[in-house]
């Protein structure tokens, strides 16, 4: 099949790549480009292990051809972090034990990450309904609630301290 | 405290983060920041993939199969089918349960997704195109997905492969269809005592198919080096060990020429404990092209074709007097376990362990017969978050006692209570033939009635049952018990085995010389958090703290053999290892200490993270000193180093036990419904992390939830499968799943060197029967006595339209 060039800035980074129009972003992110962050636990929009950013929104890339995603900007688990470290977000996963397998983590935290910027002050029915697109298997849910709700707690006050 | 005051004991104790500590997980660094290493994201240079042709019939003859255009395809180097695998003696495996099962179709297929060619190419896409290209010609043959039409006289012949065959690997077949039947207890002195009973209750307990589905499907990379006749196999294995056994005696290649790795694994709940046939593939591919070559099946490949779990037909007969003392137990299963008997229980156990259906109580007789029965559907039969069939046991028991309840007109908590085992009795001999090893129920069954106000919460009922009456509500309430005891941690060599591998596990610990240390040992963490926990194990035991010790589990050529981790066995068995192991490092320790503080080894006791000379605690070595003494010091009589293995065998099982109340409310005119309440007390003996045993409880009530309330693997009678995606098959998001409540007591296991008994599975087991009684309970004051799960919303919308409550 005749492939084409696909620009992509992922995680801050610059990338060409040559795909085949019918290949899933999820298997550029994670064949061609080698970000494994992003998993697959379905392949069909259910699950949302694959989550990704996509041009600021929560995008399931197992659903995405690469194609469409040409000159787009995209985040993966992989850029969350920052130069001075774990978001708080990740470290707020650990703190309140929002993971078990992990399996599940990389789209949480992505979708998590989204949902904090959309609403900085959630209730715990916000975050349960803004997560519902992200399956989990092991951690029914309590602690991934409670790690998302603390870290926008940890969010807030720390910019209310610098304002 | 300034730096010159020596920390104080507790200090000492909390810098250990040993048992019983919340300790933070170390794996979390990792897979929060996307760097987690499953089996998909292994690369390595010129892998190949592989990709199934599967059946789309439940029931066929393969009449031909024609490769030559789907060689044609770009990318694709080879298609596999049985006849490939024939001359390798391949296209058959043996099962886990003592039968055998097509690796390829071998003449028939016998289940819809039923493997039929491995198609090889040089990425996922092109082994897709591929297998859309190869043409299989099948001829239709009658199909059965019932087991009890299976055991009619006329019914189709599946496997005929078995012609002639009167006995199988579990005793007499009486039926072409007919796998096993497998009894225990005394079945005519139970009939005598329901004869005589002043009261009866007799009911049938479905409990459905459903499946593990955990979020990373299965998959492997096999990986033979031509050069050094190595093969490494990557894989979601939950006993990596028995991989390589088994993997060693099919291919003939010896086995410490076989290396199998699990690396992080994405959920297990059982469904990564068998062998399947795209392992088998992988292997017989990269041997042929000599390459490295990487299958992972897709969501619908897992849920149509990779193991599933339940399907039981449980006939149950009860029997009491007036009071409510439970006379007599007789249990009756039609098990259904698809095309190939490939349940993975111990052995001697093709039931698992089904017979602990007497439950929490004290029953004097007991029965128990289950017959497996060979249907058009999946092989599996897995112990999905269970210990080999407990859950069964414990939705058949927790059924039985409620549909008694309404028969004696008695309230269903009360009539627990009366025939509970007493803490008295244990040790406890079941009827069934197994030994308790210890419980105090009733001091748990109160705590959880008081903690939810049981006495309130009828009142409101009966209240609300008279508003509905009256026409004011179209809510009802019903409030879900359940006390269960579970069989976990197998097992005893002496009855549990595994393909004839006995079921112990194991440890190994080397300290460093500067007083950190690792540790291996046989099972594999699928996210349960043995790096974290095993590690407080020993902190607790040989006085390092645990962030000085490096725990590393799933590799064969370095970790000693284990049998793996499923049935809630990696704390019991695995965990004991690692007690025992550590107290073989004590053991030495104590020598170098006296030797060090020169007095005699009897004249020193260990402290923490030391040993002092007894009556004089200012003397003493710290574990870290005597590390290094360890391996800098000439001592007389004591071998350099400070390592020990420990290969144990535990002398029981160990028998966790819980109570669980769900309070639901139940929309009788749409069949929704909303989880008020749900408490879980859990008694798993001594806990190791706490934060870790909740989450633990909290994902396993999750679990238990999807299954009761919507989850299956359905078929419809051609044996399509109606489930076979996640958008029919249910897993339950963030917002259907209720909050928690969780709650312990503490009766340590008197056989275990820690006194843990395991927890993984306990909120599975009772969670699914909790939220059950939950529904049935709604409907008992208009006569609902039973109703087969899952209980969606249709479903429970029928419950109320068959009872007229639509009228
Ligand atoms: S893999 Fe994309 S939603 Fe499941
Ligand atoms: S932590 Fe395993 S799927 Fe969420």
Same mark, same amino acid.
């Given at each position: 099949?005749?492939?084409?060039?696909?620009?992509?800035?992922?995680?801050?980074?610059?990338?060409?790549?040559?795909?085949?129009?019918?290949?899933?972003?999820?298997?550029?992110?994670?064949?061609?480009?080698?970000?494994?962050?992003?998993?697959?636990?379905?392949?069909?929009?259910?699950?949302?292990?694959?989550?990704?950013?996509?041009?600021?929104?929560?995008?399931?890339?197992?659903?995405?051809?690469?194609?469409?995603?040409?000159?787009?900007? *995209?985040?993966?688990?992989?850029?969350?972090?920052?130069?001075?470290?774990?978001?708080?977000?990740?470290?707020?996963?650990?703190?309140?034990?929002?993971?078990?397998?992990?399996?599940?983590?990389?789209?949480?935290?992505?979708?998590?990450?989204?949902?904090?910027?959309?609403?900085?002050?959630?209730?715990?029915?916000?975050?349960?309904?803004?997560?519902?697109?992200?399956?989990?298997?092991?951690?029914?849910?309590?602690?991934?609630?409670?790690?998302?709700?603390?870290?926008?707690?940890? *969010?807030?006050?720390?910019?209310?301290?610098?304002? | 405290?300034?730096?010159?005051?020596?920390?104080?004991?507790?200090?000492?104790?909390?810098?250990?983060?040993?048992?019983? #500590?919340?300790?933070?997980?170390?794996?979390?660094?990792?897979?929060?920041?996307?760097?987690?290493?499953?089996?998909?994201? /292994?690369?390595?240079?010129?892998?190949?993939?592989?990709? +199934?042709?599967?059946?789309?019939?439940?029931?066929?003859?393969?009449?031909?199969?024609?490769?030559?255009?789907?060689?044609?395809?770009?990318?694709?180097?080879?298609?596999?089918?049985?006849?490939?695998?024939?001359?390798?003696?391949?296209?058959?495996?043996?099962?886990?349960? %003592?039968?055998?099962?097509?690796?390829?179709?071998?003449?028939?297929?016998?289940?819809?997704?039923?493997?039929?060619?491995?198609?090889?190419?040089?990425?996922?896409?092109?082994?897709?195109?591929? /297998?859309?290209?190869?043409?299989?010609?099948?001829?239709?043959?009658?199909?059965?997905?019932?087991? +009890?039409?299976?055991?009619?006289?006329?019914?189709?012949?599946?496997?005929?492969?078995?012609?002639?065959?009167?006995?199988?690997?579990?005793?007499?077949?009486?039926?072409? =269809?007919?796998?096993?039947?497998?009894?225990?207890?005394?079945?005519?002195?139970?009939?005598?005592?329901?004869?005589?009973?002043?009261?009866?209750?007799?009911?049938?307990?479905?409990?459905?198919?459903? #499946?593990?589905?955990?979020?990373?499907?299965?998959?492997?990379?096999?990986?033979?080096?031509?050069? =050094?006749?190595?093969?490494?196999?990557?894989?979601?294995?939950?006993?990596?060990?028995?991989?390589?056994?088994?993997?060693?005696?099919?291919?003939?290649?010896?086995?410490?020429?076989?290396?199998?790795?699990?690396?992080?694994?994405?959920?297990?709940?059982?469904?990564?404990?068998?062998?399947?046939?795209? $392992?088998?593939?992988?292997?017989?591919?990269?041997?042929?092209?000599?390459?490295?070559?990487?299958?992972?099946?897709?969501? !619908?490949?897992?849920?149509?074709?990779?193991?599933?779990?339940?399907?039981?037909?449980?006939?149950?007969?009860?029997?009491?007097?007036?009071?409510?003392?439970?006379?007599?137990?007789?249990?009756?299963?039609?098990?259904?376990?698809?095309?190939?008997?490939?349940?993975?229980?111990?052995?001697?156990?093709?039931?698992?362990?089904?017979?602990?259906?007497?439950?929490?109580?004290?029953?004097?007789?007991? $029965?128990?017969?289950?017959?497996?029965?060979?249907?058009?559907?999946?092989?599996?039969? /897995?112990?999905?978050?269970?210990?080999?069939? /407990?859950?069964?046991?414990?939705?058949?028991?927790?059924?039985?006692?409620?549909?008694?309840?309404?028969?004696?007109? !008695?309230?269903?908590?009360?009539?627990?209570?009366?025939?509970?085992?007493?803490?008295?009795? +244990?040790?406890?001999?079941?009827?069934?033939?197994?030994? $308790?090893?210890?419980?105090?129920?009733?001091?748990?069954?109160?705590?959880?009635?008081?903690?939810?106000?049981?006495?309130?919460?009828?009142?409101?009922?009966?209240?609300?049952?008279?508003?509905?009456?009256?026409?004011?509500?179209?809510?009802?309430?019903?409030?879900?018990?359940?006390?269960?005891?579970?069989?976990?941690?197998?097992?005893?060599?002496?009855?549990?085995?595994?393909?004839?591998?006995?079921?112990?596990?194991?440890?190994?610990?080397?300290?460093?010389?500067?007083?950190?240390?690792?540790?291996?040992?046989?099972?594999?963490?699928?996210?349960?958090?043995?790096?974290?926990?095993?590690?407080?194990?020993?902190?607790?035991?040989?006085?390092?703290?645990?962030?000085?010790?490096?725990?590393?589990?799933?590799?064969?050529?370095?970790?000693?053999?284990?049998?793996?981790?499923?049935?809630?066995?990696?704390?019991?068995?695995?965990?004991?290892?690692?007690?025992?192991?550590?107290?073989?490092?004590?053991?030495?320790?104590? !020598?170098?200490?006296?030797?060090?503080?020169?007095?005699?080894?009897?004249?020193?006791?260990?402290?923490?993270?030391?040993?002092?000379?007894? %009556?004089?605690?200012?003397?003493?070595?710290?574990?870290?000193?005597?590390?290094?003494?360890?391996?800098?010091?000439?001592?007389?009589?004591?071998?350099? %180093?400070?390592?020990?293995?420990?290969?144990?065998?535990?002398?029981?099982?160990?028998?966790?036990?819980?109570?669980?109340?769900?309070? !639901?409310?139940?929309?009788?005119?749409?069949?929704?419904?909303?989880?008020?309440?749900?408490?879980?007390?859990?008694?798993?003996?001594?806990?190791?992390?706490?934060?870790?045993?909740?989450?633990?409880? #909290?994902?396993?009530?999750?679990?238990?939830?999807?299954?009761?309330?919507?989850?299956?693997?359905?078929?419809?009678?051609?044996?399509?499968?109606?489930?076979?995606?996640?958008?029919?098959?249910?897993?339950?998001?963030?917002?259907?799943?209720?909050?928690?409540?969780?709650?312990?007591?503490?009766?340590?296991?008197?056989?275990?060197?820690?006194?843990?008994?395991?927890?993984?599975?306990?909120?599975?087991?009772?969670?699914?029967?909790? +939220?059950?009684?939950?529904?049935?309970?709604?409907?008992?004051?208009?006569?609902?006595?039973?109703?087969?799960?899952?209980?969606?919303?249709?479903?429970?919308?029928? *419950?109320?339209?068959?009872?007229?409550?639509?009228?």
């Amino acid at each position: 099949m005749t492939k084409s060039i696909i620009k992509l800035t992922v995680n801050g980074e610059n990338h060409e790549v040559l795909a085949e129009p019918r290949e899933l972003l999820i298997h550029v992110l994670r064949e061609r480009l080698n970000l494994t962050g992003p998993h697959i636990g379905c392949e069909t929009t259910h699950c949302g292990a694959c989550t990704v950013e996509l041009n600021g929104k929560s995008v399931k890339s197992c659903t995405v051809f690469a194609v469409q995603a040409n000159g787009a900007e *995209i985040t993966t688990i992989e850029g969350i972090a920052g130069p001075a470290g774990l978001h708080v977000l990740q470290q707020s996963f650990r703190e309140h034990h929002g993971l078990q397998c992990g399996f599940c983590t990389p789209g949480m935290i992505t979708r998590a990450w989204r949902l904090l910027k959309e609403n900085p002050d959630p209730t715990e029915e916000d975050v349960r309904f803004g997560m519902a697109g992200n399956l989990c298997r092991c951690t029914g849910y309590q602690n991934i609630v409670k790690s998302i709700l603390a870290a926008a707690a940890e *969010i807030n006050a720390s910019r209310e301290a610098a304002e | 405290m300034n730096d010159l005051t020596p920390p104080t004991h507790d200090e000492r104790v909390a810098n250990l983060k040993g048992m019983g #500590h919340s300790r933070k997980r170390v794996e979390d660094a990792r897979f929060t920041q996307g760097k987690g290493n499953y089996v998909d994201d /292994v690369k390595l240079p010129g892998m190949l993939f592989g990709d +199934f042709v599967r059946s789309p019939y439940a029931h066929a003859r393969v009449v031909s199969i024609d490769t030559a255009a789907a060689m044609a395809v770009p990318g694709v180097l080879a298609v596999l089918t049985a006849k490939d695998l024939a001359p390798l003696n391949l296209h058959w495996m043996p099962t886990l349960a %003592g039968d055998k099962q097509m690796v390829l179709a071998d003449g028939k297929v016998l289940f819809q997704g039923q493997e039929v060619a491995y198609v090889v190419a040089t990425d996922r896409y092109a082994a897709a195109d591929g /297998v859309e290209a190869v043409v299989v010609e099948y001829s239709e043959l009658p199909v059965v997905t019932d087991p +009890f039409k299976a055991l009619e006289p006329g019914a189709p012949v599946l496997r005929e492969d078995l012609a002639g065959q009167t006995s199988g690997a579990h005793g007499a077949r009486r039926h072409h =269809n007919h796998i096993f039947k497998w009894e225990v207890g005394d079945e005519a002195a139970t009939d005598q005592a329901i004869g005589e009973a002043e009261v009866v209750a007799e009911e049938m307990v479905y409990y459905h198919r459903t #499946h593990p589905c955990p979020l990373e499907t299965c998959g492997c990379v096999a990986s033979m080096d031509k050069i =050094n006749g190595k093969l490494t196999l990557w894989g979601t294995f939950q006993a990596p060990h028995v991989v390589r056994t088994v993997a060693s005696l099919l291919s003939g290649i010896e086995e410490h020429n076989i290396r199998v790795i699990s690396p992080d694994i994405g959920g297990g709940f059982g469904n990564k404990v068998g062998v399947y046939p795209g $392992y088998i593939c992988s292997i017989v591919a990269s041997i042929v092209t000599g390459k490295p070559v990487k299958w992972v099946e897709d969501r !619908m490949e897992n849920l149509m074709a990779t193991a599933f779990a339940r399907d039981y037909w449980m006939k149950g007969k009860i029997s009491a007097t007036k009071e409510g003392k439970i006379t007599g137990l007789h249990c009756h299963v039609t098990a259904d376990h698809g095309a190939f008997d490939a349940c993975a229980d111990p052995t001697k156990f093709p039931a698992g362990f089904m017979s602990i259906c007497t439950g929490s109580y004290d029953i004097p007789v007991a $029965y128990l017969g289950v017959d497996g029965v060979y249907t058009n559907k999946a092989p599996g039969g /897995v112990s999905y978050r269970c210990s080999f069939r /407990v859950t069964e046991a414990a939705y058949f028991i927790e059924r039985m006692i409620e549909v008694l309840a309404i028969e004696l007109n !008695m309230d269903a908590a009360e009539l627990r209570a009366k025939n509970f085992i007493r803490k008295d009795q +244990f040790p406890y001999q079941s009827a069934l033939g197994w030994e $308790y090893d210890s419980g105090d129920y009733h001091t748990a069954w109160d705590k959880a009635l008081k903690a939810v106000d049981y006495d309130g919460l009828r009142r409101e009922q009966a209240t609300r049952v008279e508003a509905f009456k009256r026409g004011e509500t179209r809510k009802l309430l019903g409030i879900g018990l359940t006390h269960f005891t579970e069989i976990v941690g197998a097992g005893p060599i002496k009855n549990c085995d595994i393909l004839g591998m006995g079921m112990f596990d194991s440890c190994e610990i080397r300290i460093h010389p500067t007083g950190s240390a690792i540790a291996r040992l046989g099972t594999i963490s699928q996210g349960q958090g043995h790096a974290t926990t095993f590690a407080q194990i020993l902190a607790s035991e040989i006085g390092i703290p645990a962030d000085s010790i490096t725990i590393e589990e799933g590799d064969t050529d370095t970790a000693p053999y284990g049998l793996g981790t499923y049935g809630s066995r990696s704390t019991p068995v695995a965990g004991a290892a690692a007690a025992m192991a550590g107290r073989k490092i004590r053991a030495k320790a104590q !020598m170098i200490a006296a030797y060090l503080l020169e007095v005699h080894d009897d004249d020193v006791e260990f402290d923490v993270d030391r040993f002092v000379v007894k %009556g004089a605690p200012e003397r003493f070595k710290t574990m870290k000193a005597i590390a290094y003494a360890a391996y800098n010091q000439a001592i007389p009589g004591v071998e350099p %180093g400070l390592e020990a293995v420990s290969y144990y065998d535990p002398p029981n099982m160990t028998y966790p036990f819980g109570a669980y109340i769900c309070v !639901m409310e139940i929309d009788v005119d749409t069949g929704v419904h909303e989880i008020r309440q749900f408490y879980a007390l859990d008694d798993c003996g001594t806990r190791i992390n706490p934060m870790v045993i909740e989450g633990q409880v #909290h994902g396993g009530l999750t679990e238990a939830l999807a299954i009761a309330m919507g989850q299956e693997i359905a078929y419809d009678e051609i044996g399509n499968v109606k489930t076979g995606t996640l958008m029919d098959f249910f897993l339950p998001t963030a917002w259907e799943t209720p909050h928690y409540t969780s709650d312990h007591t503490v009766t340590p296991s008197p056989h275990h060197p820690i006194g843990a008994k395991g927890v993984g599975e306990s909120p599975n087991v009772g969670g699914v029967p909790a +939220f059950s009684n939950a529904v049935h309970d709604a409907f008992r004051a208009f006569g609902l006595r039973q109703s087969h799960m899952p209980h969606d919303h249709w479903r429970i919308w029928r *419950i109320a339209h068959d009872l007229g409550l639509h009228d």
